[in-house]
């Protein structure tokens, strides 16, 4: 009955519009929709049948979400209707995936415009133009606008695209007011003729420079601006592909600016050259803030050269000079660029680790300490043997404020002579046993294997699109008889540190293999098997003759294998990785960059490794229905490793809601708690049909 009483309101309501509906029916290659405040059909063109399957009969008096809006965005229609109607909040031109009457998607590019007739009722007009046709073609020729705009708009850093001449041809800033001159005085020009002639020569020299080699090139300038002086880094990239130069400005003015103030107070030691004791502490206090924002954890260690006074005393102050020179500079070759060494006075460093995510960190690098300072000195013909304590206290369990977290790992320094010295310790006894669980799992690692005390767990993985089951990540677990179950987040380390890591990862991969030819065979499918590659297995020269060995003996196609790779293994820089990588691809296995997004170079990584599939990290995907930021960072990733044409892995999926968001942002590849915890070979064998869709 409702849909009668539009229809014969029509004529009387909507008179006015008929030369406007004469325009639209003339044209059936467009798409044109009108609704009035219900959001009833009230008019529907040639176009719109041709695209969508309603007759004009058919849709008439229909509500749209009834014909064209696809359930899940239904909600979020009606809203937008209504706040336009109601609080003028105009419905933005976009791209939507909308319903066909069989039930098919429909890729359109929409607008929207609301009017009011001369019966002051509102009517609003849908204008869909058909994208199916085009998508590819739009893939390519959006390329710059996604890589550039989507991948960078949250980056504050400016970006150029150039001509390999220099020739700027785009650009991005999310504040204009950053730009050395206005962007119609520079699009289209040669960027020697926009900057000062010195700065042009080190842009044309890098440019140069980054186009006979490989990787990332930057450098610093100083320019002029408004507000005075700044200061700038420039790291440039070459796409050779498309015979473009990319480069990303970093304004570091007050980086200089701190720089420079701290050398002018005399923050630094002046014999070692390390921060002093002053700014070692103004440095913890900020990591202080930072670990506190971002929920980490940052350590202190107070480390005293044992017998240090006996050098000085027989060798005399000039020995021992030389030897706290050389001592800063094998403390500032075993920690990290984020990190601070400095030294508070005599035969006493500070060393601060900032961005900690767990314990372990902080005892790999004290060992590193302790190992770095058992090679001798060689000072003035003398080979000299000097060794550390050292003492830890971390930041929030020992302590909030810098004053006690230094008296605390004082403490523990002392605690550590006391240990026979040449040691460390933390100044809880709860982290001590941690030190002792280390060694304890260290000393059951060897021999773990032998007595079959590993086994191989997968998780399946999932197509997006139907959620059936493409293939599995395989997942090792340890129980000891003496420790019980131990993590692999334990574990694994100390397995890469040890070397034990080689034996146990040729474990991983054969009984993974020989788990996916009795898979395959069983369920008729061609699975994959997705298997960790940590960073010491690179060092194996037999790396690549086991695989191709372990193929064959399971009887399993290479392109069914991925082998999963961390940014980790990639940021070590030997040639070795590059060899072993393009080895690896020209076999035909499946190569994935995994836990993407935890590290700066990763958009280098994927230009310049033959990557197949990105894993995102789950860190990413937690939030990603709460949280914008989150959302917009998968997007962006999504797109742009879609554009590189990747496939695309979410992992730690744990809900529906975010099931449907990764969906609707087309990612490729599912994997989490949602579907499946990881299970034993013969489970997932037997519930493949049953897992959750």
């Avoid at 933390?426 to 773990?448: C, D, P, S, V, Y």
Wanted: aromatic share 10%; charged share 25%.
């Amino acid at each position: 009955m409702e849909s009668s009483k539009v229809t014969n309101e029509l004529p009387h309501q909507y008179v006015l519009n008929d030369p406007l509906h004469q325009l639209f029916d003339a044209i059936d290659a467009i798409s044109v929709q009108g609704y009035d405040e219900e959001r009833r059909v009230i008019y529907w063109n040639k176009g719109s049948e041709l695209l969508y399957g309603y007759t004009c009969e058919e849709a008439l008096g229909q509500k749209l979400e009834e014909l064209i809006i696809p359930e899940p965005m239904s909600e979020f229609f009606i809203a937008a209707h209504k706040n336009w109607l109601n609080e003028d909040i105009e419905i933005p031109a976009s791209e939507l995936t909308l319903r066909h009457k069989n039930g098919s998607d429909v890729y359109v590019f929409s607008s929207h415009v609301l009017f009011t007739n001369q019966y002051h009722k509102k009517q609003m007009y849908c204008i869909d133009i058909n994208l199916s046709d085009y998508k590819e073609v739009e893939a390519k020729a959006m390329f710059k606008e996604y890589m550039l705009q989507a991948t960078f708009e949250a980056i504050p850093d400016l970006l150029f695209l150039m001509k390999e001449d220099g020739t700027i041809i785009d650009y991005h800033a999310s504040n204009v007011g950053d730009l050395y001159v206005s962007p119609e005085d520079f699009i289209g020009k040669p960027m020697v003729e926009i900057l000062p002639i010195e700065v042009a020569e080190k842009f044309q020299t890098n440019i140069a420079k980054v186009m006979s080699q490989d990787g990332v090139v930057s450098f610093e300038y100083e320019l002029i601006m408004p507000s005075g002086l700044s200061f700038f880094e420039a790291r440039i990239s070459h796409l050779k592909k498309h015979k473009q130069v990319v480069t990303i400005i970093r304004d570091i003015t007050e980086q200089h600016k701190s720089t420079e103030a701290i050398r002018q107070h005399a923050y630094f030691d002046t014999l070692t050259l390390l921060p002093n004791r002053f700014l070692a502490l103004d440095r913890l206090s900020q990591m202080l803030n930072e670990a506190e924002r971002k929920t980490e954890k940052t350590a202190v260690l107070f480390l005293d050269l044992d017998d240090f006074k006996k050098v000085n005393d027989s060798l005399g102050h000039e020995v021992g000079d030389k030897l706290l020179i050389e001592s800063a500079n094998r403390l500032n070759q075993v920690v990290r660029k984020e990190d601070t060494v400095g030294r508070l006075g005599g035969d006493e460093f500070i060393v601060l680790l900032r961005g900690l995510t767990d314990d372990h960190n902080v005892l790999t690098i004290a060992e590193h300490l302790l190992q770095t300072f058992r090679q001798p000195f060689k000072i003035d013909g003398r080979e000299l043997i000097l060794t550390l304590s050292i003492g830890i206290a971390i930041y929030p369990d020992n302590g909030n404020t810098t004053s006690d977290l230094l008296r605390n790992a004082d403490t523990a320094m002392y605690q550590a002579k006391t240990l026979g010295r040449n040691t460390y310790s933390f100044f809880t006894k709860e982290m001590n046993l941690i030190k002792l669980r280390r060694l304890e799992i260290e000393e059951q690692m060897h021999g773990a294997l032998d007595r079959n005390e590993f086994e191989v767990y997968y998780q399946p993985q999932f197509d997006a699109k139907n959620t059936h089951i493409i293939g599995a990540e395989a997942l090792l677990r340890w129980h000891n008889p003496a420790l019980g179950f131990v993590g692999p987040d334990e574990f694994i380390p100390i397995a890469e540190h040890t070397g034990l890591i080689v034996p146990i990862g040729q474990f991983v991969l054969q009984r993974a293999l020989s788990f996916l030819s009795e898979w395959q065979n069983g369920q008729q499918k061609n699975y994959r098997i997705a298997v960790n590659l940590s960073p010491r297995q690179f060092r194996d020269t037999k790396l690549l003759s086991f695989i191709k060995k372990s193929l064959k003996d399971a009887n399993v196609a290479a392109q069914n294998l991925e082998l999963e790779i961390t940014e980790g293994v990639l940021m070590i820089g030997q040639s070795y990785i590059d060899e072993a990588l393009k080895a690896l691809n020209k076999l035909g296995v499946t190569l994935s960059m995994d836990d993407f997004g935890t590290g700066y170079s990763s958009l280098s990584y994927l230009r310049q490794y033959p990557f197949d599939i990105l894993k995102v990290d789950k860190s990413f995907i937690n939030n990603i229905t709460t949280n914008k930021a989150d959302c917009d960072l998968v997007k962006a990733t999504i797109v742009m490793a879609h554009s590189l044409e990747l496939a695309v892995v979410a992992e730690g999926v744990e809900t529906e809601e975010q099931l449907n968001l990764l969906t609707a942002l087309q990612c490729d590849y599912l994997q989490g708690y949602y579907f499946s915890k990881a299970v034993p070979s013969k489970q997932l064998i037997e519930s493949s049909s049953n897992i959750r869709h």
